[in-house]
């Protein structure tokens, strides 16, 4: 009775006071003053008393109150002030990042992949177009053999791809005509690796195909009824078109985030360019493929080519968004906003495989140079993108709350299934290569461009970045939503329902951060341990000693 009396009394009273009588009111300015609640972006990044430029890990965030759930975190942003994503995510136009596999994926998850450069002109602009031509469920580019092929060939592929069906056409490519197909019961039971495909391949007229034209929804009832792993779609004359894999249907039967362009629902595309004369060529073709956003490429954006190509590109091609960089400074980004990019590429010298801080001794510690560019490109309506320097989910979510519309990755997206080059053993981990544009290999292929402006010819080349390997991450279509839940952790646990919310506080110094001493730091990371293991999703881990 007598604590029934006293919640009751409480629910009269429940203002409450403290032990001299005063009113507990919100936390007023004498404590934010004294960095109990951390400090401001203002005190930390424009006052900045220690002359200081910081890195995303100098940063931790002050958590603010949760009044909300994370299924109500929106965490849609605009990478150019004419596209706006679902997932804030962009890859990289490396040539170990960024083909159509990794484009088409990016977008069905809500991002947008960046083809990268390092080939020819025509190559690129074919790589746009299976993006662009892109269909849930249809494998527009199926892996074929002919009926030459031994056992042994598929042997190998099967290792090299790790999947065992194949169309069989007259010439092994798409687009010859179909005679058989081969799947993993084909194969079980043979013991001679030299005997021909064609021995024991599951012949044409034993098959179920469907015509050119075909919707998905005829497609999968096709499969279910025949109870088929793989359809091939044939046109008039028998020639394989296209495959439609039941795997496939169920894995793309629902990508409300897609990233699609408004008139005609095609999967959204970016490829990037240099900017020597020839890129204005490359340009139409790549527009003339389709694609939505050009990046122009360049380590050091703020150059007169660069300004001389967005200009050019603007004028030739208003239709398509321009990406101008890279840039880490608000002098260099309005010489390209006034030059009439749509959106800036932020970074210099950050990204795990670039050297050019050490080498060049330019650049700028990325937290400070997302801060500044984004700050400054907001008044007139510029999207940044923070390329570079990204190793988590909670950097990403810094990146965001620093004010950049969308985080570029390499290195987080190198070794996934979707990115170019083949899988390789190294002391028992499964790897793939991954190397920077600047370094000598990369160079050696074209991407010396991007650290040399003009046409002239250089003897010695200056190295800006490496060639490494990282681990095997899995498939995007998990990665990618754990990427994304993490981001909305972060966004929940510093009181933000929204990457736009998120940056009005910051522009509103309601934001709080804190600068980490290198201990905090080593505290705030997994520490203490003689093992463990780092899981990102349910098949992809890091064993770390």
């Known amino acids: 009775h007598r604590t029934n009396q006293g919640c009751a009394s409480l629910s009269h009273h429940p203002q409450r006071t403290m032990s001299n009588g005063a009113k507990l009111e919100e936390i007023d300015a004498e404590v934010l003053a004294s960095g109990a609640e951390g400090f401001s972006p203002t005190e930390i990044f424009i006052k900045n008393p220690g002359r200081v430029a910081y890195t995303y890990d100098d940063l931790i965030m002050m958590p603010g109150h949760i009044g909300f759930g994370l299924d109500e975190i929106d965490i849609s942003s605009h990478i150019t002030r004419n596209i706006k994503l679902q997932a804030p995510f962009v890859s990289?136009?490396?040539?170990?990042?960024?083909?159509?596999?990794?484009?088409?994926t990016m977008a069905l998850q809500g991002g947008i992949g960046i083809i990268h450069s390092n080939m020819p002109v025509?190559?690129?602009?074919?790589?746009?177009?299976?993006?662009?031509?892109?269909?849930?469920?249809?494998?527009?580019?199926?892996?074929?053999?002919?009926?030459?092929?031994?056992?042994?060939?598929?042997?190998?592929?099967?290792?090299?791809?790790?999947?065992?069906?194949?169309?069989?056409?007259?010439?092994?490519?798409?687009?010859?005509?179909?005679?058989?197909?081969?799947?993993?019961?084909?194969?079980?039971?043979?013991?001679?690796?030299?005997?021909?495909?064609e021995s024991f391949m599951t012949p044409r007229e034993k098959l179920v195909v469907a015509k050119e034209g075909i919707s998905l929804v005829e497609a999968n009832e096709i499969l279910k009824v025949s109870k088929k792993g793989k359809l091939p779609v044939v046109n008039e004359n028998d020639e394989l078109v296209t495959l439609i894999a039941r795997t496939d249907l169920q894995k793309n039967r629902d990508n409300p985030l897609a990233s699609k362009d408004k008139v005609n629902k095609q999967l959204l595309v970016g490829a990037s360019i240099g900017t020597r004369p020839e890129d204005r060529d490359r340009a139409k073709a790549l527009v003339d493929a389709g694609v939505d956003v050009i990046v122009v490429d360049s380590s050091q954006g703020d150059s007169i080519y660069q300004l001389d190509t967005i200009r050019h590109l603007k004028k030739t091609h208003p239709e398509v968004d321009v990406i101008g960089g890279n840039v880490v400074t608000?002098?260099?980004?309005?010489?390209?906003?006034?030059?009439?990019?749509?959106?800036?590429?932020?970074?210099?010298?950050?990204?795990?495989?670039?050297?050019?801080?050490?080498?060049?001794?330019?650049?700028?510690?990325?937290?400070?140079?997302?801060?500044?560019?984004?700050?400054?490109?907001?008044?007139?309506?510029?999207?940044?993108?923070?390329?570079?320097?990204?190793?988590?989910?909670?950097?990403?979510?810094?990146?965001?709350?620093?004010?950049?519309?969308?985080?570029?990755?390499?290195?987080?997206?190198?070794?996934?299934?979707e990115s170019p080059g083949e899988y390789f053993y190294q002391d028992g981990v499964r790897l793939k290569r991954y190397r920077g544009m600047g370094s000598l290999e990369a160079m050696k292929k074209g991407s010396e461009k991007r650290y040399v402006w003009d046409d002239s010819v250089t003897a010695v080349k200056v190295a800006q970045g490496v060639s490494g390997a990282v681990q095997d991450k899995g498939t995007l279509r998990r990665y990618i939503p754990y990427l994304m839940q993490g981001v909305r952790h972060g966004l929940q646990d510093a009181g933000c329902r929204s990457v736009s919310e998120a940056q009005e506080k910051l522009y509103d110094d309601k934001i709080r951060f804190e600068i980490r001493s290198p201990a905090a730091q080593r505290e705030g990371n997994v520490h203490g341990l003689h093992s463990y293991e780092k899981n990102f999703t349910d098949n992809s881990y890091i064993t770390s000693a």
Not at 92 to 104: C, L, R, Y
């Open 330 to 417: 608000p002098s260099q980004a309005l010489h390209l906003i006034k030059a009439g990019a749509d959106g800036l590429r932020v970074g210099m010298g950050i990204g795990s495989i670039c050297t050019t801080q050490e080498v060049c001794a330019v650049g700028r510690a990325q937290a400070s140079a997302v801060f500044h560019v984004s700050k400054f490109a907001k008044k007139y309506g510029i999207p940044t993108v923070a390329d570079g320097g990204i190793k988590s989910t909670g950097h990403i979510t810094k990146a965001l709350a620093l004010g950049a519309g969308c985080v570029m990755m390499g290195s987080m997206l190198a070794g996934t299934d």
């Open 122 to 197: 025509e190559d690129q602009a074919a790589e746009v177009r299976k993006v662009k031509k892109f269909k849930n469920g249809f494998i527009t580019d199926p892996i074929c053999l002919s009926p030459q092929n031994t056992a042994e060939d598929v042997f190998q592929t099967k290792r090299k791809l790790g999947f065992s069906s194949f169309p069989i056409t007259e010439d092994g490519k798409i687009g010859g005509k179909l005679v058989g197909i081969i799947s993993n019961r084909d194969t079980s039971f043979i013991e001679d690796p030299d005997v021909t495909i």
């Open 92 to 104: 990289s136009p490396m040539d170990t990042v960024t083909e159509h596999k990794m484009a088409i």
